[in-house]
Every structure is written in C-alpha cells, then in structure tokens.
C-alpha cells in the first residue's frame, strides 16, 4: 500500500493568514493526488484533483502543487468557511489511500 | 445532480455482518466506480473498496478477507457486507461515485455504524 503522511496534524492560523498543508508519498505516484475538504458531522468535499486542477465552483483561493511523492495545498487567504479538516488522497493504485488530516482552527 | 444515500442498521453486535446500502439517484449507476470509505469517530478515512457497474471489485487488503461489495443496477444501487465485525469497526460509512480521474467526487453524508453489544 502506498503510505500517505500530511503535515502538520493541526494548525492554527487567522483570517487572511496563507496557509500550506504538505503530504508527502511513500512512492512516486505521478500526479495522481486529491485533496477533499471536510467539516463536522459532514462528508468530505473534492477541492481539488490531479495535484493542481481546481474543480469547478471552488474559490480559486485555493492551490495545489507537486508530484512524484511531494504535494502541497495552499490557501491563499484564509476565510471563515475554510476552517475545516483537509486530506489528501492517492489515487495512482488501490487500495486507495489518505492522508491522516490536517485540522486548520481558528487562532 | 448525482445523489448518494447510505442506509442501514446503526448498531450491529460484534461477530455479526454489518450491511448497508447506497441507493444512487439523479444518475445512473452504470458507467463508473462506486467506492464505500469510512471514518472512526475522530480519525481519519479509510478506503474499504470499490465496484464497477458490471459487478467487478477492487477491495483493501486489510479488509479483504471480510468484506463484499456487489451492485445492482436495476435499483441504482450498491451494498457492502462487513462479516466478523469488532469495535475496531466503528465508523462512519460513507459511499461514494469514482469520476473522471479517478477521483471521488459525490459522496453519501455518511451514515455511523456502532459495534457492541
């Protein structure tokens, strides 16, 4: 299985603030990395799909970058609705799998 | 607008099979994967497997021996059976639609399934 390891765990930062959560593979998987927005109690949302291709209607506030094992979600600008647990997901062979999450709370 | 439902027991005794339901609407089943994934209360998701509308499965090795997932495209529906079921199986269970790039794109909201007696 191919191991997805997200840094920090948690953070937290202010409105406005920029914000870059990291996942790292245990192996090349090309560009084949998602990352999905969840709040409590909530499904998880996809932001964003093949390392960098924002989906349609989410704010372009938000980027990604990387390949091979190293990718990176950006938040440009923090807004109140972004408070939120972001994973990431590799999707180069099953089984698929995510990132233990990364938490980003108020400061 | 493609919809995911879960359905099913919310409380399965340990050593049992849990068992629910996705019924998918405003779409049809056929055509692509559909993925059930779940989350342990605080923790993070967990993909169990996934099934094309022809019936062909993907499962995780760390779940394989225990799980089933089948399809049935007449009701727009898949369905996931979990045997042998312990505490460690307490999650929320969600499913959802694999899209173009191999990306999870509709999910379910998730229903929670807690093992005990």
């Known amino acids: 299985d191919i191991q997805m390891t997200q840094s920090p765990s948690s953070l937290s930062a202010s409105v406005g603030d920029r914000v870059t959560i990291t996942c790292r593979a245990s192996?090349?998987?090309?560009?084949?990395l998602n990352w999905y927005q969840q709040k409590p109690g909530k499904a998880p949302k996809l932001l964003i799909y093949?390392?960098?291709s924002l989906l349609s209607g989410v704010p372009s506030r938000f980027s990604g970058s990387g390949s091979g094992t190293d990718f990176t979600l950006t938040i440009s600008s923090l807004q109140p609705e972004d408070f939120a647990t972001y994973s990431c997901?590799?999707?180069?062979?099953?089984?698929?799998?995510f990132g233990q999450g990364t938490k980003v709370e108020i400061k | 607008q493609v919809q995911l439902q879960e359905s099913g027991p919310g409380l399965v005794k340990p050593s049992e099979t849990l068992s629910l339901t996705c019924t998918v609407s405003?779409?049809?089943?056929?055509?692509?994967?559909w993925s059930w994934i779940r989350q342990p209360p605080g923790k993070g998701l967990e993909w169990i497997g996934n099934?094309?509308?022809?019936?062909?499965?993907n499962y995780n090795p760390s779940l394989k021996s225990r799980v089933t997932i089948s399809v049935d495209t007449s009701k727009n529906q898949l369905s996931l059976k979990l045997s042998a079921v312990t505490a460690a199986d307490t999650a929320v269970y969600y499913c959802?639609?694999?899209?173009?790039?191999?990306?999870?794109?509709?999910w379910g909201q998730g229903t929670l399934v807690t093992v005990s007696s």
């Open positions: 959802a639609r694999e899209g173009d790039k191999r990306v999870l794109d509709y």
């Open positions: 405003g779409g049809s089943i056929s055509s692509y994967y």
């Open positions: 099934i094309y509308y022809s019936g062909s499965t």
């Open positions: 192996q090349s998987i090309s560009i084949y």
């Open positions: 093949a390392a960098s």
């Open positions: 997901q590799q999707s180069y062979s099953t089984p698929w799998t």
